[in-house]
């Protein structure tokens, strides 16, 4: 065998070496090991590289301990899983070396102070006051010569629009809308208005027309500025008197648009019958509203991930009063959990579920996990998951792990699940992240009114 031959023999063999190695299982985990962690300051974790090989650690041990050393190079046997426990918020590197000299894993490790927040399961009353009126639709009117148009359509509002501002002075509500085209005089001058639309202010000017039927000026549009319903708290955050709940943003039922928040309130609610969920009708929860003179909260903000405000306390009807931890969206794992939530009247019970797909995401995204319901009781009262249930905290091994957010209809079920990060982040209790997307709600909304 000449000195070719051999080369290309050897060039074979490494591949083949290389090709078993990366296929092994070790070496699978090896690499899984990702290169930022995020630590909570209190909360042990462990790293498992399932490499048998002796290695040297580095880290700044006022912010991370290994294996409870509080050197700043520790001896460590890779088999073995590290144990990390968090010092004190801040930010450090943890370096990996063999023999101390060969870098193998450099990882970045922030650690952010300890945060436990009370799950919530309640089910809650919600009614939202949007920051304006919203045009829901366009309807025709009749002049006295017949025509029939609509002055709002042929301004350019659309359905989704947001008015804000008539001839200079601000609307909320409905009536004031009203109020305005009554007190407009000069009924041949256009009305001045101000709307938003994609979160931009727009201006365009509106004739109304005289109603030759019901004898009165009319703008031609449809319009709501409310909306009501109810809903699963997910957590309060006794430090911050923060909550969040619903697991989802609440969109306006005939424009699909989400509502921007004028003010708001939350409620307590009693559920009083369940309609079960079946094969291609998803099932929904029943319930009133209780003693609307006590406001558990306001309403702040209304997003993809649900709506959020101040509490002054947790509701007393809890499973638990106790804070839990909270697990990043990394931490989540494929296995057993449970979910909190109210079948019957205001009492929280727990639920066993399963988590059977986790999403890695790097930014806010509203389906983080799927979970499938396996608590025979549960399946037997509900049929699975139904609307009303959106928000219901979800735990996994000790810790709130995310929020119910969707049914599958063709399987009840099973749905979909938020990581509880992103919500904290939208209720101001940790760092927030902008979040893009929205889905559907379900709050109920009032008939729109005519002017």
Not at 20 to 40: A, D, H, M
Not at 423 to 431: E, G, P
Request: proline fraction near 5%; include cysteine; aromatic fraction near 6%.
């Amino acid at each position: 065998m000449n000195s070719s031959q051999r080369k290309r023999w050897f060039g074979l063999l490494l591949v083949l070496i290389i090709c078993l190695i990366s296929s092994s299982s070790t070496f699978q985990q090896f690499v899984s090991i990702p290169n930022e962690l995020r630590l909570f300051t209190g909360q042990l974790k462990h790293l498992q590289y399932g490499v048998p090989v002796q290695a040297e650690a580095t880290v700044n041990p006022q912010v991370l301990k290994i294996n409870g050393s509080t050197a700043q190079t520790v001896s460590v046997n890779l088999k073995n899983p590290l144990a990390l426990q968090p010092s004190q918020s801040g930010h450090t590197k943890l370096q990996m070396k063999l023999f101390g000299k060969i870098p193998i894993k450099t990882i970045d490790v922030n650690v952010i102070p300890d945060l436990k927040v009370i799950p919530g399961g309640q089910t809650i009353g919600v009614k939202v006051k949007s920051a304006g009126v919203l045009v829901v639709g366009h309807h025709q009117v009749a002049d006295g010569t017949g025509t029939k148009l609509s002055p709002g359509e042929q301004a350019g509002l659309k359905l989704g629009d947001l008015i804000t501002n008539i001839n200079g002075s601000k609307v909320t509500e409905v009536q004031q809308v009203a109020d305005l085209l009554r007190k407009h005089t000069d009924k041949k001058k256009p009305l001045q208005i101000k709307y938003k639309r994609n979160g931009l202010i727009k201006e365009t000017v509106l004739a109304p027309t005289f109603d030759s039927f019901d004898k009165s000026w009319r703008l031609g549009l449809y319009i709501r500025d409310t909306a009501a319903g109810v809903g699963t708290l997910t957590f309060y955050d006794p430090a911050k008197g923060r909550y969040g709940a619903l697991g989802h943003v609440i969109t306006d039922m005939d424009t699909q648009t989400p509502v921007e928040v004028g003010e708001g309130k939350v409620l307590q609610s009693n559920v009083t019958s369940i309609n079960k969920s079946q094969t291609g009708e998803p099932g929904e929860k029943r319930a009133q509203f209780v003693k609307e003179d006590q406001v558990l909260g306001n309403v702040e903000r209304n997003t993809a991930f649900g709506i959020f405000g101040k509490m002054h306390s947790a509701p007393k009807e809890g499973y638990s009063l106790q804070p839990v931890p909270v697990a990043f969206s990394e931490d989540v794992r494929t296995g057993p959990a449970e979910i909190w939530t109210v079948v019957n009247g205001q009492k929280v019970e727990r639920f066993h579920i399963e988590v059977t797909h986790v999403t890695k995401q790097n930014a806010p995204a509203t389906k983080g996990m799927v979970i499938k319901i396996t608590d025979k009781r549960l399946l037997e009262k509900t049929g699975g998951i139904v609307q009303g249930m959106s928000g219901s905290p979800i735990l996994q091994n000790g810790k709130l792990i995310g929020a119910v957010t969707h049914v599958f209809v063709n399987d009840p079920s099973s749905g979909y699940g938020c990581f509880i990060e992103w919500m904290l982040q939208d209720a101001d209790v940790i760092k927030a992240t902008p979040s893009q997307s929205f889905i559907t709600d379900e709050i109920n909304h009032p008939l729109p009114i005519a002017v």
